[in-house]
């Protein structure tokens, strides 16, 4: 049988990971997490103290084929490597390499059924042939409530208004940048995941129920 793609894009803490993952559970399909090998990269970057600017540095360790974990980390998710995250993902050298390793993890888990792929650019242009698209819209401060939340339950320090402006300045660089910025992709469902997760749930059931039934005919 084909493999089966699902893409969910959307933007910063709007819920992608918690609808991948309820997706995943449920139609025996693999995650990967786009953002992971976004933010490990950038860890890699920080502890080599390079700073997002330095051009000639960046190039030398894409270069030099870093291994990227998909190992979610505490340290990937601290403030500090989500806004080094967001300003070298602007580069179309970076977004490549990165763009590369998904396509590889899919093509050599060929014992796999499907996958369900969560970021920014997974629709539109990653996987631009996926069986399912799905865009992911929950208001700014739903978004920020939520992140904030997430971060006081792990044990971190943390002000609601600067969650808020943290993620409206990863939105302004998400959506503003040249190469793959933050769009709804062509073709994409909107999911709309402001309310209890429940209500998104039946959402995603019935799309991805007509997918599966269109697929076996
Ligand atoms: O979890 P959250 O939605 O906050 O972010 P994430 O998915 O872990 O991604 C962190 C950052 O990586 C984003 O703000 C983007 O700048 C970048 N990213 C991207 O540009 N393209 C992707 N496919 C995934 C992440």
Redesign the pocket.
């Known amino acids: 049988m084909k493999k089966i793609i699902i893409t969910i894009d959307g ?4 819920g ?2 918690k609808i991948a993952k309820y997706i995943a559970k449920k139609w025996k399909l693999k995650h990967l ?4 090998l ?2 490990q990269l950038a860890l890699i970057i920080l502890k080599k103290k390079i700073k997002y600017d330095n051009l000639f540095e960046l190039r030398k360790i894409i270069k030099s084929k870093p291994k990227l974990s998909l190992r979610k980390t505490k340290k990937i998710r601290s403030q500090e490597v ?1 806004a080094l ?2 300003s070298i ?1 602007v580069y179309k050298f970076i977004r490549e390499y990165i763009n590369r390793k998904q396509r590889q993890i899919v093509k050599i888990n060929s014992n796999q059924r499907g996958f369900v792929i ?5 629709g539109s242009v990653v996987f631009k042939k996926a069986d399912l698209k799905l865009f992911v819209y929950v208001s700014e401060k739903n978004r920020a409530k939520r992140r904030y939340k997430q971060l006081i339950d792990s044990g971190e320090k943390s002000i609601y208004q600067k969650i808020l402006k943290e993620i409206k300045l ?1 939105d302004r ?2 959506k503003n940048r040249k190469h ?1 910025p933050l769009v709804i992709p062509k073709g994409s469902h909107l999911i709309e995941n402001n309310g209890s997760f429940n209500d998104t749930k039946k959402q995603i059931n019935y799309l991805i129920r007509s997918i599966l039934d269109g697929l076996s005919k």
Not at 11 to 14: E, G, L, M, R
């Open positions: 933007p910063a803490a709007s992608k990971e997490d786009s953002g992971i976004y933010r989500s995250t967001s993902a969560d970021g920014r650019d997974i990863r660089q998400d793959s």
